[in-house]
């Protein structure tokens, strides 16, 4: 059905999402990088392209006060706007026409009067809406008042991360499947850091206690997890009863004061550390001398990088989405006097971990909506297929960071070098 709704959509989406500039003509339905379907049936675009399903006109209002990421961001989580088939190839074709996110989108002022003229035959004009309940108020982290994504019930990660309810990157050199993978990436994590009987380890990114249970009971050391909720502390305290391990398993609060003084023979953090990454003078102090420190971080391109408001900073992470360079994280290590022993690339690996947890969201849909809610669980799913494409462009990318404390005689300890010596040989 090409004649309604859709046929007088298409200035407007073109010029939101094509954003021609002054010089490039003007952009036809045909050359919109996806198939449009208006509430009335009507549609737009290329026939084989991924279909985006715009369900109310609340979603076109958004758009026109928030062109680009942030409006579609809006209308998609708020269930105003749809996607159907594959959500990775519909984001991937708007985000290579809208320059990835990385400039928002300039309209002129006839643009604008154009747009407007469209919009007012389709009812679509009026005051910006509200931001859906999902969206961060400010787009940072103020007094922590504001439930995050983190704060979804157990029932809902272990849909979406795996029984194991592993968070970090697994490794899929020859694995058959993510539970494999991240089983693989546990044994490799804890292979690295040179672990003893009685060992003494701080899990910086605790989660859902995957990686400290298994450490306890594999290694028979003793982990305090740090857990950015109360919902994912009281989950550990029960994961690590029900496994006998209540006795080295002791989830504590998210600031790293929480640690305690120490000293750690081991600290580990995986899926990023978010502030806690940056006090590495801390991290140095708590280590013992011979210590090893292991840390898993997303890190982006170098060079100059704009600081502004994104999906992922006003519906994920708020103060934490502005990813660093690699080179600045492993600065930071260094001049808090440990030394760097090892650095490994995991962009492959977490491309495809992020397209597993995304097929797991998809394939417990239902059930994922009825515990966390709708909108909390489409966050979820943009925020996966985002961060994957991410990944695969190469744009963002994942480096495990491994460190030592050495000791007064600047010695490493050889069960130490000969950890890291394997890891490094070995790096996909």
Known sequence: MQDGVASRLAPLLTKIMLGAEDGDGPAAADDLPIRVRAWDGSTIGPATAPAFVIRHRRALRRLLWKPGEMGLARAYVAGELDIEGDVFAALGAVQRVMRSGDEPIRLSTDDKREIVRTAVT????????????????SGRRGNGAEPGPLEAPSAFFARLFGGEMAHGSGLWDGAVDLQQAQRTALDSVADRLGLFPGA???????????????????????????????????????????????????????????????????????????????????????????????????????????????????????????????????????????EVRGVGALREHHARTLRAWAANLQRHWAECAEIAGAGR??????????????????????????????????????????AFAVHTDGAP
């Open 122 to 137: 389709l009812g679509a004009v009026g005051p910006e809406p509200k931001p859906p309940p999902e969206e961060f108020r």
């Open 377 to 418: 669980a489409r966050v979820w799913l943009l925020y996966l297929a985002a961060s994957a494409l991410a990944c695969e462009s190469g744009r963002v990318g994942v480096h495990e960071i491994c460190a030592i404390r050495r000791d007064r005689d600047g010695r490493a300890g050889t069960t130490m070098v000969e």
């Open 200 to 338: 003494r380890v701080l899990d910086l990114n605790c989660a859902w206690g995957a990686l400290a249970c298994h450490l306890a009971e594999q290694h028979r050391v003793r982990v305090v997890g740090l857990t950015r909720t109360a919902g994912q502390a009281d989950h550990v305290r029960e994961r690590a009863a029900a496994a006998g391990l209540a006795d080295r398993v002791e989830p504590r609060g998210r600031d790293l004061a929480a640690a305690g003084g120490g000293p750690y023979d081991a600290i580990v953090g995986l899926a990023g550390l978010e502030s806690l990454g940056r006090d590495m003078p801390r991290l140095y102090e708590l280590l013992a001398p011979g210590g090893r420190l292991l840390i898993q971080e997303p890190v982006r391109r170098p060079g100059p990088h704009q600081i502004r408001r994104t999906f992922t900073t006003s519906y994920m992470f708020p103060g934490d989405g502005e990813l660093r360079p690699l080179a600045e994280i492993v600065g930071e290590v260094e001049e808090a006097g440990l």
